[in-house]
C-alpha cells in the first residue's frame, strides 16, 4: 500500500454474530462517541440474513450506550454498510467485493467460528480480495490442540504474512493487564524484588459468576481449560513474568512473551493428579436458582467437560526457577473477580511482636474486574502502645485516578489494528508454544482423570483446588463477600 493510501474499510465478517453485537461494534460506537474513530474509516458489515439499517440498528441498541447519544448513535448507523452473503455460496463474495474500495486497506475481522476460517479465505482470494496491505483479525479459541492450531496457522500464513494478522486475546487489551508493564518496567523499584529471591508464590485467577448460558454447544467441546487457561490465563502468566523487552516494539514485547511459553515445566501425563485440577458446576442446595452445568440446554447429559480448572505451574529459567505459580479459572463461581497476586517473601527475621495486630507477607494485588486497580499490601504499626504490626493497603483505583473515561479492551485493540500495531496481539510461534505445554495435560486427564470433580455453584470451586495449594502451604486469595 502506498504511503499516500490512508483510506481504511473494517468489514467484519459475522456482523450480527454475539461477539459483533455485544463487543465489536458498542466498542466502535464508544470510539466514535468519543472521536477517537478515524474518520478515514469505513464500516462493512456482512450480514448472514437480509436486514435493513433500522433492524440491524435494534440489535445493537441492548449492547450500546446509548443514553445521551441517540444523536450519535443514529450518525455511526448511518456510516454502517450493510452487505448481505449466505457463506454457503461462494459466488456471492462477488456482492462483497463491488461493495469495497479499491483504493482503501481491507481490515477482515473474522467474528465467526475458527470452522469457517479456512472457508472465509478461500473465498476472499477466489474474488481478489486479500492484497499485500490487507490485515484480518481472528479470534480464540485458535484450535483445539497442537496440530489443530498448527493446521490453522499454517492455512493461514500461505495467504498472509505474519504481520498481516492480528490473532486478538481482549485481556491484553484490559487497562489493569497493560498496567502490569507500566508498573514493572516503569517504576524501578520493582526491578529488584521481580524474582524467585523475592516472591514467594504468584497466583492469576479469572473467575466467572456466570454459567454457560448461550455457549453451551461450543463449551462442552471445549472446557474451561481450552476456553481460558490456553490464552487468556497464560497470556496473563506471560505479562507478569516476561523479562524486559529491548524496547516497547512488538517484535521485542512478543519475543519475551513466547520465551516465557517454551520455559514452562512440562506438566506430565502421570503429573497432573498432583499438579491440575478440574471440576464442573453442579447444583447448589442452599440455591437452586442455577441449574447444574450437565442440565444446561445443550450440553451432554453425562458430559465430563470441565467449568473449572487450577494448574500449578514452574517457569524453568534463572528468575523463576522454583517458584510456584497458580492458576485458576471456573464459571459459577461466588463471584466475577479476575486477578494477579504477587507474595512476596517473609522478612527474614521477625522484629515485631504481634501484639495489637497481625503483620502479613507483603501483596501486591493487581486487579482485572470488576474493578481496575492495584493494591500493595504492607505492614505499619497498630495506634497506641507498643510495636504491633497490622497490614494496610496502598491503592491505585484507576477509575478514582484517572478523570478520563475508562476504554474497554476492544476499543483500545480496535485502533492498534487500525494502527497497525501488533504489541498486544499473539505471534502463530505464541499460540502453538501454549498447546505444546496444554496438550499434555488433556493426554493425562483423558488417562487419569476423566471425570472432573464437582463443585456447587455459587462456590469458590472443588476441594481438590484448595488442597492443590494447600500443599505448597498456601491459600487463594478469595475476595470476601
Known amino acids: 500500500m502506498s504511503p499516500a493510501a490512508t483510506k481504511q474499510e473494517l468489514i467484519i465478517l459475522g456482523g450480527t454474530s454475539d461477539l459483533a453485537r455485544t463487543k465489536l461494534f458498542p466498542a466502535l460506537f464508544s470510539l466514535y462517541c468519543h472521536r477517537h474513530l478515524p474518520k478515514c474509516v469505513k464500516i462493512k458489515s456482512v450480514v448472514r440474513q437480509q436486514h435493513t439499517l433500522e433492524t440491524f440498528a435494534e440489535l445493537l441498541k441492548p449492547h450500546c450506550e446509548i443514553t445521551g447519544h ?25 456482492y462483497l467485493k463491488n461493495a469495497l474500495d479499491s483504493q482503501s486497506q481491507s481490515i477482515f475481522y473474522y467474528a465467526v467460528a475458527p470452522e469457517l476460517y479456512e472457508h472465509l479465505t478461500h473465498c476472499l482470494r477466489q474474488f481478489q480480495l486479500l492484497q499485500s496491505h490487507t490485515r484480518i483479525v481472528i479470534e480464540k479459541p485458535l484450535g483445539r490442540d497442537l496440530i489443530s492450531a498448527q493446521a490453522i496457522n499454517q492455512q493461514l500464513l500461505s495467504c498472509f504474512s505474519e504481520s498481516q494478522i492480528y490473532r486478538i486475546d481482549h485481556y491484553l487489551g484490559k487497562e489493569a493487564v497493560q498496567n502490569l508493564l507500566a508498573l514493572r518496567f516503569g517504576n524501578s523499584v520493582f526491578e529488584p524484588l521481580w524474582c524467585a529471591e523475592r516472591i514467594e508464590s504468584i497466583q492469576i485467577t479469572v473467575a466467572e459468576e456466570s454459567g454457560v448460558n448461550d455457549r453451551a454447544e461450543y463449551y462442552d467441546h471445549s472446557g474451561a481449560l481450552r476456553d481460558m487457561a490456553q490464552n487468556h490465563l497464560l497470556q496473563l502468566l506471560c505479562m507478569v513474568t516476561m523479562e ?109 511482636k504481634p ?40 491503592n491505585m483505583d484507576f477509575c478514582e485516578y484517572s478523570q478520563s473515561r475508562r476504554w474497554s479492551a476492544y476499543e483500545r485493540l480496535l485502533l492498534d489494528v487500525l494502527e497497525g500495531d501488533l504489541t498486544l496481539f499473539l505471534k502463530a510461534e505464541e499460540v502453538e508454544a501454549a498447546w505444546r505445554w496444554i496438550d499434555p495435560i488433556i493426554e493425562g486427564w483423558e488417562k487419569y482423570m476423566p471425570k472432573p470433580d464437582g463443585y456447587f455453584s455459587g462456590s469458590w470451586g472443588p476441594a481438590s483446588s484448595d488442597q492443590l495449594i494447600a500443599r505448597d502451604g498456601f491459600i487463594w486469595n478469595n475476595p470476601i463477600g
Open 355 to 394: 501484639s495489637g495486630g497481625h503483620a502479613q507477607r507483603n501483596r501486591l494485588v493487581i486487579s482485572l474486574q470488576p474493578q481496575e486497580a492495584i493494591q500493595f499490601f504492607v505492614n505499619s504499626k497498630s495506634p497506641g502502645k507498643g510495636l504491633g504490626l497490622h497490614p494496610i493497603a496502598l
Open 70 to 94: 441517540e444523536r450519535e448513535f443514529s450518525e455511526f448507523i448511518a456510516l454502517v454498510y450493510l452487505v448481505y452473503i449466505d457463506f454457503d455460496q461462494p459466488t456471492q463474495f462477488k
Open 244 to 352: 524486559p523487552p529491548a524496547r516497547m516494539k512488538p517484535t521485542a514485547v512478543r519475543a519475551e512473551k513466547l520465551k516465557i511459553l517454551e520455559s514452562l515445566k512440562t506438566i506430565y501425563p502421570n503429573e497432573v493428579i498432583h499438579k491440575t485440577v478440574r471440576g464442573q458446576y453442579g447444583v447448589n442446595p442452599d440455591n437452586t436458582d442455577h441449574i447444574a452445568y450437565t442440565q444446561e440446554n445443550g450440553v451432554a447429559e453425562y458430559s465430563n467437560i470441565e467449568t473449572f480448572t487450577a494448574l500449578k505451574v514452574e517457569i524453568d529459567n534463572w528468575r523463576w526457577a522454583g517458584m510456584p505459580i497458580y492458576l485458576r479459572t471456573g464459571k459459577r463461581l461466588r463471584c466475577r473477580h479476575s486477578e494477579v497476586l504477587i507474595q512476596f517473601r517473609d522478612a527474614p527475621i521477625h522484629l515485631f
